[in-house]
Nanobody, 114 residues
Framework: QVHLVESGGGLVQAGGSLRLSCAAS????????MGWYRQTPGNERELVAL???????NYADSVKGRFTISRDNAKNTVYLQMNSLKPEDTAVYYC????????WGQGTTVTVSS
């Protein structure tokens, strides 16, 4: 069982930055593929970024060059640095951990004003 807690969401103006954090507990964090997803009302949850246990990353085209995912295995934490934010980045952002099973955090809201 893995418990994920996101933090760092908030309100920011377009062009600004935020850093999301996701603290994990309950299992061997370093073995999991960690990801950030986001969801807006009426839409499917979509992948934002992934990082595997070797540090290899993958990004949605919409955030490439603006967002950076990273992990600190010693702190059991994954981060999402979001720069040059746009109003269309407004969403609830969810942390995800995947190995044999999949786990989700409760979400943190990011609002980007124009």
């Amino acid at each position: 069982q893995v418990h994920l807690v996101e933090s760092g969401g908030g309100l920011v103006q377009a062009g600004g930055s935020l850093r999301l954090s996701c603290a994990a507990s309950g299992s061997i964090f370093s073995l999991f593929v960690m990801g950030w997803y986001r969801q807006t009302p009426g839409n499917e949850r979509e992948l934002v970024a992934l990082i595997n246990n070797a540090g290899i990353t993958n990004y949605a085209d919409s955030v490439k060059g603006r967002f950076t995912i990273s992990r600190d295995n010693a702190k059991n934490t994954v981060y999402l640095q979001m720069n040059s934010l746009k109003p269309e980045d407004t969403a609830v952002y969810y942390c995800n951990a995947k190995k044999k099973n999949e786990y989700w955090g409760q979400g943190t809201t990011v609002t980007v004003s124009s």
